[in-house]
């Protein structure tokens, strides 16, 4: 059993820098990750999206959903230890590569059988499992561990959530991190999350206001501080 499970959506920018996060952490602590899904667009199916959310968001969390549908495929195929490199070659090719216009047609793009595909590629999987986008026959598989996700932290969470020491240790939801660390703060950083989340009773520390990542995707580099949004539930959502 994996020493971590990380439950993410591809499309979420923030569950992304808490991976790479997570992979400083685990390469110098020797943690083996088991990742995990866990659908933005299931998560909010309760919701209206033309009226709760930017008009963006329909088509972005969509887009996730027919990427987490491949990585089903890839872990039913391939085996587990081949969701890591997809999600690592999804999130290089979401928001590595430049600049992405912040629209619905943008986002939907990320979900394309052709973006699929190339993701596959770049880790050095099976091309042909792009199909698996429109094939909602994973939904299910998905839903499951989305439910799966949400029971250990409760419903009114986003992602990442992360599971430490399965299946009695503590699970959180995020950290959400805008900036990444050197490998010397990514390992203290890990020990205070950890250790406060672990406390007995602990339930939430908080503040809404967050800067957008350090990411290409929202053209902010390295060193530089992204624009400061005030975000609630987890997202940019227009209304409660």
Same mark, same amino acid.
């Given at each position: 059993?994996?020493?971590?499970?990380?439950?993410?959506?591809?499309?979420?920018?923030?569950?992304?820098?808490? %991976?790479?996060?997570?992979?400083?952490?685990?390469?110098?602590?020797?943690?083996?990750?088991?990742?995990?899904?866990?659908?933005?667009?299931?998560?909010?199916?309760?919701?209206?999206?033309? @009226?709760?959310?930017?008009?963006?968001?329909?088509?972005?969390?969509?887009?996730?959903?027919?990427?987490?549908?491949?990585?089903?495929?890839?872990?039913?195929?391939?085996?587990?230890?081949?969701?890591?490199?997809?999600?690592?070659?999804?999130?290089?090719?979401?928001?590595? %590569?430049?600049?992405?216009?912040? @629209?619905?047609?943008?986002?939907?793009?990320?979900? #394309?059988?052709?973006?699929?595909?190339?993701?596959?590629?770049?880790?050095?999987?099976?091309?042909?499992?792009?199909?698996?986008?429109?094939?909602?026959?994973?939904?299910?598989?998905?839903?499951?561990? #989305?439910?799966?996700?949400? %029971?250990? @932290?409760?419903?009114?969470?986003?992602?990442?959530?992360?599971?430490?020491?399965?299946?009695?240790?503590?699970?959180?939801?995020?950290?959400?991190?805008?900036?990444?660390?050197?490998?010397?703060?990514?390992?203290?950083?890990?020990?205070?999350?950890?250790?406060?989340?672990?406390?007995?009773?602990?339930?939430?520390?908080?503040?809404?206001?967050?800067?957008?990542?350090?990411?290409?995707?929202?053209?902010?580099?390295?060193?530089? @501080?992204?624009?400061?949004?005030?975000?609630?539930?987890? %997202?940019?959502?227009?209304?409660?």
């Amino acid at each position: 059993m994996a020493e971590l499970n990380f439950y993410f959506d591809p499309v979420c920018p923030f569950a992304w820098m808490t %991976s790479k996060w997570v992979r400083q952490v685990a390469s110098q602590r020797s943690y083996s990750v088991d990742w995990r899904f866990i659908s933005l667009r299931m998560l909010n199916a309760h919701l209206d999206y033309a @009226t709760h959310f930017p008009p963006e968001y329909d088509a972005s969390h969509t887009a996730g959903l027919r990427l987490l549908r491949v990585a089903a495929a890839v872990r039913a195929e391939c085996g587990r230890a081949a969701v890591g490199p997809l999600y690592e070659a999804l999130g290089e090719q979401n928001f590595e %590569s430049g600049l992405v216009e912040d @629209t619905a047609e943008a986002r939907a793009a990320h979900g #394309t059988r052709s973006a699929a595909a190339a993701a596959l590629s770049r880790a050095g999987l099976p091309a042909e499992l792009a199909e698996a986008v429109d094939d909602a026959q994973w939904d299910a598989e998905i839903q499951r561990e #989305t439910d799966e996700a949400l %029971s250990l @932290t409760g419903k009114d969470v986003g992602t990442p959530i992360l599971h430490f020491r399965p299946p009695e240790g503590v699970a959180f939801f995020g950290p959400v991190i805008s900036r990444l660390p050197s490998d010397e703060e990514a390992v203290e950083l890990w020990d205070h999350v950890v250790g406060l989340a672990a406390f007995p009773g602990f339930a939430e520390l908080k503040r809404s206001l967050r800067e957008m990542p350090q990411l290409p995707s929202f053209g902010v580099a390295a060193g530089e @501080t992204g624009k400061e949004q005030d975000w609630h539930g987890g %997202s940019r959502r227009l209304k409660k």
